[in-house]
């Protein structure tokens, strides 16, 4: 017998079946890693909108401790202030920390900008005018149909195919989130047609970013990403409203201190964590997952501030909650591969 050879146990040459196998397991359990920790990061990003959401609701109606009612604020100055001040304190920040990888290659800048101007800037304004122009309940519901755009997207491109479990994940998203924010209640669906309209672009832009921030990221590190969004996203803001306009306002240093704090949690924040679930999740099951940004919103009102939930919001969250798990589920019918990229860091 040969020194240091176990009799029992024969040793596992690197290319037999049994190092092939051990292999595949472990690349098995990074798979399995990477989708929970996107769908980890997804849930972060809509848990800060969610508490944005219900933030602006208590500081405009004066329930918000320590802060009298704000007078309205145009919602081309919410938009506008939101990208300026994220990008104003991220800037600094990894300037400091990593300015040797904030460098953009020349043949990314367009998309980098369009991201921005028709992604960031355009979902967060056509949302803010939809509310403005019919009602929350009606601006949710429209600019939550950008999942359908999304899967429509990757099937017309051949990226997907429309599986049975993509179409059910996205009708039951769409189906809860139509219960959890009351459309088939008292005070639903307020028609109006710039409103609608307005759903429908924002809806556009939020599918838009999905798409485009998932290709871009498996090249580029996700701060920069965000740096430059939220750079060209303001750039865009200061032609469309110069800062004279904006003085113009002459909105109160509490206003200017709620919308940097509110810049931060609606934007810096979930932004990070939306574009490094990007990194891990394909475009469909990111915004599938995304559908929580409502229900984490009508669960923070109820015990932050005291709303009533509903039986009928309740089963929303349910759907919901189901949506995510069925998009996640792996699909036997189809052995087309999940396109995730490859996370930098």
């Known amino acids: ?19 092939k196998f051990s292999q595949q397991q472990a690349n098995l359990r990074t798979e399995i890693r990477k989708p929970v920790r996107g769908y980890l990061y997804i849930a972060g990003a809509t848990f800060c909108w969610g508490v944005a959401a219900s933030l602006g609701r208590a500081a405009f109606t004066g329930r918000l401790p320590g802060l009298h009612a704000l007078r309205p604020i145009d919602p081309l100055i919410l938009s506008q202030s939101r990208a300026t001040f994220s990008f104003l304190v991220l800037l600094p920040v990894l300037g400091m920390l990593r300015v040797r990888r904030l460098r953009l290659p020349a043949a990314d800048v367009g998309q980098i900008f369009l991201i921005g101007v028709l992604g960031v800037a355009a979902s967060n304004y056509f949302y803010y005018l939809a509310i403005q122009r019919t009602n929350v309940a009606t601006a949710i519901i429209v600019q939550y149909t950008a999942p359908i755009w999304v899967l429509l997207y990757t099937v017309a491109r ?43 672009l924002a809806a556009f832009s939020f599918a838009f970013y999905n798409i485009g921030g998932h290709n871009i990221l498996a090249r580029i590190d996700r701060w920069t990403v965000l740096l430059y969004t939220t750079c060209s996203a303001a750039l865009f803001w200061i032609v469309v409203n110069p800062p004279w306009k904006v003085a113009a306002a002459h909105y109160s240093g509490e206003q200017w201190l709620f ?63 189901a949506a995510i798990v069925v998009v996640q589920l792996p699909d036997r019918s189809s052995a087309e591969p999940m396109p995730i990229v490859e996370p930098i860091e």
């Open 158 to 200: 051949g990226q997907q195919k429309p599986t049975l479990q993509r179409v059910g994940a996205v009708g039951l998203a769409v189906a809860g989130i139509s219960l959890v924010i009351g459309l088939f209640g008292h005070g639903g669906l307020r028609l109006d047609t710039v409103g609608v309209l307005a759903g429908l």
């Open 1 to 19: 017998m040969r020194r240091g050879r176990c009799p029992t146990r024969p040793a596992e040459p690197s290319g037999t079946k049994f190092g």
């Open 259 to 321: 919308l940097l704090l509110f810049s931060l949690l609606s934007v810096l924040a979930p932004f990070a964590l939306y574009f490094a679930g990007l990194q891990h999740l394909e475009p469909t099951r990111a915004i599938v997952v995304s559908c929580l940004e409502p229900v984490f919103s009508i669960v923070i009102a109820a015990i932050a501030l005291g709303e009533i939930m509903r039986p009928l919001q309740v089963a929303g969250i349910i759907l919901v909650l």
